[in-house]
């Protein structure tokens, strides 16, 4: 007599889950190809993951991607293997809660993953921003643009509209200025991250600081000190304006200013202020007096990095 059985059925569910938790996400999805008692079980084992997808992205790593919304397992797109992504994408994407998107993997990721919670998109042209037609990508969470140089004002105010955006993070820009902040709608933001938008105007961002109450993380770096109109003035202090936003965030834990232009006295005393502060950024405009002043009444403080002593403090 024959025996028909399988190693499928040697095992119930709740073990092959078990035993699949061990397997990298990877090699889970490849198996799936294998027989359809097959992919029945892996499709069954990967409806209850959750998914981050990672576009093969040379400026990109790991820590960035997973980064974007915890508890996730990562999966590498290669864009050269476009047409099998599509496919798993139609079968899976109820399972991918977050991703990066390139212009190859936007529409696929776009059209196909309806339970999207944060998004990193990589270095797209100002069109494709500025289209934006997919249901999926207006009611994120997490946001993260990198290396979408030209992305203006028009086209960002699209994805901060979203009622429940916590996060939003823009690396490497010349063009935002801020406008954009006035379509804000969510007063639930945990973060807040500019690093080289060189358009960026703190006049802007003051306005919108009733927005950000709930804030935990500030991040400028490499912001040049610009007025409304975009214009460089050594006179415009852009630490006027940021005082402003530090006076609303009263729960702030993490703040970095690198490269911004020359610190004033008010600027500290708000940081003084933050009696929830943990971890601190400056560069060498701070004086002695300004440190001493702020490790003195910022109990909170665990970590203080600072340019002109080489680290951490």
């Not at 997973?66 to 590498?76: A, S």
């Amino acid at each position: 007599m024959s025996c028909t059985k399988t190693v499928l059925d040697y095992l119930n569910e709740d073990c092959w889950n078990l035993v699949l938790g061990y397997v990298p996400l990877q090699d889970v999805i490849r198996t799936e190809r294998t027989c359809r008692q097959w992919q029945k079980m892996i499709l069954a084992y990967l409806s209850h993951t959750r998914i981050c997808v990672k576009v093969d992205y040379r400026f990109q790593d790991d820590e960035e991607v997973t980064g974007v919304v915890q508890n996730t397992h990562c999966v590498i797109l290669r864009e050269k293997y476009m047409a099998s992504f599509e496919s798993w994408t139609l079968k899976l994407g109820t399972s991918v809660v977050a991703g990066s998107c390139s212009e190859k993997s936007l529409k696929v990721i776009g059209e196909n993953c309806p339970n999207l919670e944060g998004v990193m998109f990589l270095n797209l042209p100002e069109e494709m921003l500025l289209n934006n037609q997919y249901e999926n990508f207006r009611h994120l969470r997490k946001l993260r643009f990198i290396d979408c140089i030209p992305m203006t004002d028009k086209s960002l105010s699209q994805y901060i509209a979203s009622p429940v955006l916590e996060e939003l993070l823009i690396c490497f820009n010349v063009q935002v200025t801020g406008q954009c902040f006035t379509n804000i709608q969510s007063a639930n933001f945990k973060a807040l991250v500019f690093k080289y938008c060189k358009a960026l105007a703190c006049q802007l961002l003051a306005l919108a600081k009733e927005h950000f109450s709930e804030l935990t993380k500030l991040v400028l770096e490499g912001i040049n000190a610009v007025n409304i109109e975009g214009d460089f003035d050594e006179k415009d202090e852009p630490f006027g304006d940021i005082v402003l936003v530090l006076d609303k965030t009263k729960k702030l834990e993490y703040l970095s200013t690198w490269e911004f232009g020359r610190y004033l006295d008010n600027f500290f005393e708000s940081v003084c202020q933050l009696s929830c502060l943990k971890e601190l950024e400056i560069d060498t405009y701070a004086t002695d007096e300004n440190i001493v002043e702020v490790t003195r009444r910022c109990q909170q403080l665990r970590v203080l990095k600072y340019q002109a002593c080489g680290g951490n403090v």
